[in-house]
């Protein structure tokens, strides 16, 4: 049997919270608000943990860590990635790449995509070069255009090891 690669999709979306603190790849962003969610609100890792997890049929990131879950309260989502990790690498499982757009009026977040890629790459044991991260506006339409959100899109590709089966 042949190895082939497989492609997952990823999306996530939340709402700006006053009081909270804005955390975007892992990385705490200065910005007067933080995104709404259950756990850190890490839309950038949660598109990138479906992904993954679409990649390997494995579900998505509700159904792993579901919200009505107390245990996942504010839990930092660089530790939901790890166990991401953990369940590819238990399915043998390898990370090819991910690429993954941030979409958002504000804050910039040029100086902070490098940290991002870092701190990605070690959580997911691979090299930095393996992740990409981009940012674009929504020209200013709907409720991201308006500064009310946040949302990101991610694609992972993965592949089987069948030696280790």
């Known amino acids: 049997m042949t190895a082939y690669p497989r492609i ?9 919270a006053e009081g909270r603190t804005l955390v975007l790849g892992g990385v705490e962003i200065p910005h007067h608000a933080g995104l709404e969610g259950h756990s850190d609100a ?12 679409g990649a390997a049929a494995l579900g998505d990131i509700g159904k792993h860590f579901p919200p009505s879950d107390p245990q996942y309260k504010g839990i930092k989502s660089l530790v ?12 043998h499982f390898t ?28 959580t997911l044991m691979i090299q930095p070069d393996q992740i990409s991260i981009k940012a674009t506006t929504n020209e200013r339409l709907g409720f991201i255009g308006k500064q009310e959100g ?16």
């Open 8 to 16: 997952g999709y990823g999306f996530d979306v939340h709402r700006f």
């Open 42 to 53: 890490d839309v950038v890792l949660h598109a990138l943990m479906d992904a993954l997890l």
């Open 80 to 91: 939901l990635l790890a166990r991401v990790r953990s369940l590819l690498a238990e399915q």
């Open 95 to 122: 990370i090819i790449n991910a690429d993954i757009t941030l979409v958002m009026e504000q804050p910039t977040i040029l100086p902070y995509i490098e940290p991002m890629r870092q701190k990605i790459a070690s």
């Open 150 to 165: 946040a949302a990101a899109h991610a694609v992972a590709a993965i592949v089987k090891n069948l030696l280790r089966q």
